[in-house]
């Protein structure tokens, strides 16, 4: 239905675990129809895998026999919410990439959001990225810039990832107006844009309590935060890398929402646009994004307590798309 709409799915992919049907090391069969049919046991499962190191796995204790976990040390790779795949055995391979052709050429997914890409290897992503082709894939690596970008090259550049650092410099910025953290934020100050994929709340923090929902806990919907949240949106959807409007702001804001859409389809602004920031201070922020089609230009915060204050003037060729409060 969404195809018919000119519009892409993608699907959140979880490769770097899997529970157990029955006990520890009980897995069902994966058929993927004329992909291959895959029957995992422990010898499936990374030989670090606390399923050898805890009593409490019962009949599975210390079958485990597949290859060492190559995830990025020893709580990333190691972690024990579930076995761990041992994606350095051949079969392990073969298994997720008949999963990943099935998903995109019987279930109809153009791309794919892979799930704690701190889990494993990043050069297995660029390994099933090649045998699936999809139209999109980034990775969820929940870490600094350094880490995401060194698993970036990792996967020899043949995959995208959520820019972190982004939501807890720039938009952690937008929620507290300190507008001086929106320049060189995350991926986009570190010339990975082009990788780059940029959100200001997801499914782990909304709601969740944690701490990291824009603004604090339970607050980034409420009428006290509306004005920096959109704010926030502005700055998301004015900046280079592929933006992720969350949906729950859309669903309320969206009337606020879709001019800014409009700006950014109006000019252009791609993954590749270059930034030219005028003024970062803690009261304001501005910046002019080059897009294909045009340039977008980008103001924040008060423009009574800055001293580029002149900058707000209207300039004749433009268009005035989207505007509130900051």
């Not at 995992?40 to 976990?69: F, M, R």
């Not at 297995?124 to 870490?143: Q, T, V």
């Not at 550049?157 to 953290?181: C, E, P, R």
């Not at 969206?254 to 003024?279: C, F, T, W």
Request: glycine share 12%; hydrophobic share 35%.
């Amino acid at each position: 239905a969404f195809h018919a709409k000119g519009t892409k799915v993608i699907a959140d992919i979880v490769i770097n675990h899997c529970a157990g049907w029955s006990s520890w090391c009980d897995f069902p069969a994966m058929d993927f129809g004329t992909y291959g049919v895959f029957y995992p046991d422990a010898s499936y499962i990374a030989s670090t895998d606390e399923v050898n190191l805890n009593p409490d796995a019962g009949d599975c204790y210390g079958k485990a026999t597949g290859p060492q976990d190559d995830g990025w040390g020893d709580w990333y790779g190691n972690w024990d919410g579930a076995r761990d795949w041992a994606h350095d055995a051949v079969k392990v391979q073969e298994m997720f990439k008949a999963y990943l052709l099935w998903m995109r050429n019987v279930m109809k997914y153009d791309g794919f959001r892979y799930d704690k890409g701190d889990g494993f290897n990043n050069w297995h992503h660029d390994n099933y990225n090649k045998a699936s082709n999809p139209y999109i894939a980034f990775m969820e690596l929940w870490s600094g810039n350094d880490q995401i970008i060194a698993g970036i090259d990792q996967a020899n550049k043949n995959v995208m990832a959520l820019d972190f650092q982004t939501k807890y410099s720039a938009f952690d910025g937008i929620a507290g107006f300190d507008y001086s953290k929106c320049q060189g934020s995350g991926l986009l100050g570190r010339g990975y844009n082009k990788y780059a994929v940029t959100f200001i709340d997801s499914h782990d923090w909304f709601l969740r309590g944690n701490g990291g929902e824009f603004g604090g806990d339970g607050k980034s919907l409420t009428e006290e935060l509306r004005d920096r949240l959109l704010q926030a949106n502005a700055f998301l959807l004015s900046m280079p890398g592929v933006p992720c409007v969350f949906y729950p702001h859309w669903y309320k804001y969206k009337e606020a929402l879709k001019p800014m859409i409009d700006a950014r389809h109006a000019a252009g602004v791609h993954n590749e646009s270059a930034v030219s920031d005028e003024y970062v201070e803690t009261g304001g922020y501005q910046a002019t994004i080059r897009g294909k089609y045009g340039y977008l230009i980008l103001q924040l915060g008060n423009k009574t307590t800055h001293s580029n204050t002149g900058s707000y003037s209207w300039l004749a060729d433009y268009t005035l798309m989207a505007s509130g409060p900051g």
